[in-house]
């Protein structure tokens, strides 16, 4: 919901960070894997309650996936470097749900599992519009320099790090705070799912010649 806001905000800076990383000679896609794999060592961490840790390296990884955006608008952006960026992007979103599980199985398992369910909704929905929305040539104002079609939502970028941060600062309310950041995802992706079924619709009552 805030995510075109803060792009705009926060963009200045993730360039001014991102040119010394352009100096020594790392890649976008180098800063996309680093930040993963920093990421999901917060899986472990999350598995031994270790949530101070677990809340610093998740943050590094959101770093990380504004800066390797910025590393590639100096450099150059691919559709390579969009690939892995958005698929480990969802990979991630996943595996911190998880470690809450593993970190009590007995309080935590139904939540994280309808949480991660309701990623695989908030995720298809967003990534099945983005490939059609190529395939039709259909733009996306907000996200000018994203290399697929952001669809928005009432929980985007934003309001997910600030729930993983409420779960590691409060996590023996993790199940309470992860079913009510569920409820809310799946609004986005009711909203997605009929958003983007009614722009596909009319796009191609406007063009009845593509399939």
Same mark, same amino acid.
């Given at each position: 919901?805030?995510?075109?806001?803060?792009?705009?905000?926060?963009?200045?800076?993730?360039?001014?960070?991102?040119?010394?990383? &352009?100096? /020594? =000679?790392?890649?976008?896609?180098?800063?996309?894997?680093? $930040?993963?794999?920093?990421?999901?060592? !917060? @899986?472990? *961490?999350?598995?031994?309650?270790?949530?101070?840790?677990?809340?610093?390296?998740?943050?590094?990884?959101?770093?990380?996936?504004?800066?390797?955006?910025?590393?590639?608008?100096?450099?150059?952006?691919?559709?390579?470097?969009?690939?892995?960026?958005?698929?480990?992007?969802?990979?991630?979103?996943?595996?911190?749900?998880?470690?809450?599980?593993?970190?009590?199985?007995?309080?935590?398992? &139904?939540? /994280? =599992?309808?949480?991660?369910?309701?990623?695989?909704?908030? $995720?298809?929905?967003?990534?099945?519009? !983005? @490939?059609? *929305?190529?395939?039709?040539?259909?733009?996306?104002?907000?996200?000018?320099?994203?290399?697929?079609?952001?669809?928005?939502?009432?929980?985007?970028?934003?309001?997910?790090?600030?729930?993983?941060?409420?779960?590691?600062?409060?996590?023996?309310?993790?199940?309470?705070?992860?079913?009510?950041?569920?409820?809310?995802?799946?609004?986005?992706?009711?909203?997605?799912?009929?958003?983007?079924?009614?722009?596909?619709?009319?796009?191609?009552?406007?063009?009845?010649?593509?399939?």
């Amino acid at each position: 919901m805030f995510d075109p806001v803060l792009s705009r905000t926060i963009r200045p800076l993730l360039k001014a960070c991102a040119r010394p990383l &352009v100096k /020594a =000679g790392i890649s976008a896609d180098q800063v996309t894997i680093a $930040g993963f794999v920093i990421g999901i060592l !917060a @899986v472990p *961490a999350l598995a031994y309650e270790q949530y101070t840790l677990a809340l610093v390296l998740i943050l590094i990884n959101r770093i990380s996936d504004g800066l390797d955006g910025a590393v590639a608008r100096i450099t150059q952006t691919s559709d390579a470097g969009g690939y892995l960026d958005i698929s480990l992007d969802f990979i991630f979103y996943s595996a911190i749900p998880f470690g809450f599980l593993l970190a009590d199985i007995q309080q935590n398992a &139904v939540a /994280a =599992g309808f949480l991660m369910l309701t990623f695989m909704g908030t $995720g298809a929905t967003f990534l099945a519009f !983005a @490939v059609l *929305a190529n395939k039709r040539g259909i733009v996306n104002p907000s996200y000018p320099n994203k290399s697929l079609h952001y669809m928005g939502g009432l929980t985007e970028g934003f309001e997910t790090i600030a729930a993983f941060v409420i779960f590691c600062l409060w996590p023996q309310w993790f199940w309470f705070t992860a079913l009510l950041f569920a409820g809310l995802c799946w609004l986005t992706a009711l909203t997605r799912l009929w958003a983007g079924y009614r722009t596909l619709q009319t796009n191609l009552s406007l063009d009845p010649g593509k399939e």
